[in-house]
């Protein structure tokens, strides 16, 4: 706490700026919860892509074999074009939410190429979505820490700093102003019992 005036004006700013933590705090705790709940959740569904991919990747090994041996290069169809995201709103912050991914058109001779090349057209893009989605949801997470750790310092700040700096800084005050007050009445009794006695001795004999 910094130095303060012990003065009525004071006073009624510390008693003003307190009344303005308090009402300001059960908004930046409310936005510190919403914000580790989505957290929670953004990581539920992250947990849930990675058990996709792992599963994916599973199901890729039993014929992955005959993609090397058939000298088939599949990486123009399987590359990603494009990632279409939204936003989604949580305690004031924006995180993307992954909504589509679209890959370039497969183009190649139906006759001359091994049927099995459409299947594994279609594994492999499923698999690079999920890791998409993974990438989206970790981007998401990682702005929502970001933020949560701000929220989380602006709650600190006020329940441990802010606020009992201001209600110490108003005690302080409230006993300089009553021992002033005191001071002042102690003074004025003097000032009147002198007053008296000095009436008195000019009508005594």
Known sequence: MGKIKLTKGELKQQRDELKQYERYLPTLQLKKQQ???EILQQASFLAEYD???????????????????????????VTLDKITTS??????????????????????????????????IEALRNLVVVLAQMRVVEEGIKILKQELRIATQ???????????DARQAIRLIKIYIGDQMANAVGRSKIAKRKIEEAVLDGVMP
Not at 59 to 74: M, Q, T
Not at 92 to 115: C, H, M, N, Q, R
Not at 154 to 164: A, C, D, G, M, S
């Open 35 to 37: 914000l580790q709940i």
């Open 51 to 77: 058990q996709q991919e792992q599963r994916r990747r599973q199901a890729i090994k039993s014929w992955v074999g005959l993609l090397a041996d058939s000298g088939i290069n599949l990486q123009p169809w």
């Open 87 to 120: 936003k989604k709103n949580v305690a004031g912050v924006d995180i993307p939410i992954f909504e589509d991914a679209e890959f370039k058109d497969a183009e190649y001779d139906l006759f001359s190429t091994p049927l099995w090349v459409d299947f594994a």
């Open 154 to 164: 602006r709650v600190n700040l006020f329940e441990k700093v802010k606020i009992p």
